[in-house]
T-cell receptor, first 115, second 110 residues
Framework: NAGVTQTPKFQVLKTGQSMTLQCAQD?????MSWYRQDPGMGLRLIHY???????DQGEVPNGYNVSRSTTEDFPLRLLSAAPSQTSVYFC??????????????FGPGTRLLVL | GEDVEQSLFLSVREGDSSVINCTYT??????LYWYKQEPGAGLQLLTY?????DMKQDQRLTVLLNKKDKHLSLRIADTQTGDSAIYFC??????????FGTGTRLQVFP
C-alpha cells in the first residue's frame, strides 16, 4: 500500500491563479479530510468527506472547493489563489467509525506559496 | 467553540525526561491524542487516551489526563535526539472531527 499520497509536493502560484491539490489513498478508507498548517496555529480542518459523493465544510472552508467522486480521491481546489492561502496542506484518511485505533493517516503534505 | 492550547517550544538535554503540556476547552471530548511531526513529514499518531482514563503508559511515553482541569500531558522518558520534532495534542468528541493544538517544538541537545 502506498498509503496517502499528495501531489504536488511544492507549488508557487500568482494571486488569482487556480489549481488543484491532489490526494489519493489506496486503503479503501471512507473518511478523508484536508487540513492546512500555519505557524503557531496547528492544523485547521478545511473540508472533509465521510464517503464518496458526500463532503462537508470544516473550520476554514472559504476559498476552497472539494469533491469526492471516488473513494480513493479527494482533490482540493483553489479557485482564485490569495496570499493568505500560503500554507502547508495535509490530506488525511481513515476508516469510518470512532475507535482511536482507526487513526488518521496523513499524507506528506503540499507546500503552497502564493505571491 | 473548541480550543486546544500548547506551549510553542521545549528544549531538553538528551537522557532527561520531556513533559509536553496541553489544555483543552471542550468538556465533551471523548478521545485525546498525541501526534508527532518530523521535519518535512506528515503527522503520526503516537498515543491516545480515552476521556475516562487518568493515565496511559506506552514504553517511554506516559500520558496523564486531568479531566477536571482539562489538562493533558505527554512525558517522554530518556529523551533522545530522534525525539526532536513537533508534538501536537488533539481532541475529538462525538463529531469525529479532530481539533489540533498549535504544536510544541521539542529540541533535544546532547
Amino acid at each position: 500500500n502506498a498509503g496517502v499520497t499528495q501531489t504536488p509536493k511544492f507549488q508557487v502560484l500568482k494571486t488569482g491563479q487556480s489549481m488543484t491539490l491532489q490526494c489519493a489513498q489506496d486503503m479503501n478508507h471512507e473518511y478523508m479530510s484536508w487540513y492546512r498548517q500555519d505557524p503557531g496555529m496547528g492544523l485547521r480542518l478545511i473540508h472533509y468527506s465521510v464517503g464518496a459523493g458526500i463532503t462537508d465544510q470544516g473550520e476554514v472552508p472559504n476559498g476552497y472547493n472539494v469533491s469526492r467522486s471516488t473513494t480513493e480521491d479527494f482533490p482540493l481546489r483553489l479557485l482564485s489563489a490569495a496570499p493568505s492561502q500560503t500554507s502547508v496542506y495535509f490530506c488525511a484518511s481513515r476508516p469510518s467509525g470512532r475507535s482511536p485505533q482507526e487513526t488518521q493517516y496523513f499524507g506528506p503534505g503540499t507546500r503552497l506559496l502564493v505571491l | 467553540g473548541e480550543d486546544v492550547e500548547q506551549s510553542l517550544f521545549l528544549s531538553v538535554r538528551e537522557g532527561d525526561s520531556s513533559v509536553i503540556n496541553c489544555t483543552y476547552t471542550d468538556s465533551s471530548s471523548t478521545y485525546l491524542y498525541w501526534y508527532k511531526q518530523e521535519p518535512g513529514a506528515g503527522l503520526q499518531l503516537l498515543t491516545y487516551i480515552f476521556s475516562n482514563m487518568d493515565m496511559k503508559q506506552d514504553q517511554r511515553l506516559t500520558v496523564l489526563l486531568n479531566k477536571k482541569d482539562k489538562h493533558l500531558s505527554l512525558r517522554i522518558a530518556d529523551t533522545q535526539t530522534g525525539d526532536s520534532a513537533i508534538y501536537f495534542c488533539a481532541e475529538s468528541s462525538f463529531t469525529d472531527k479532530l481539533i489540533f493544538g498549535t504544536g510544541t517544538r521539542l529540541q533535544v541537545f546532547p
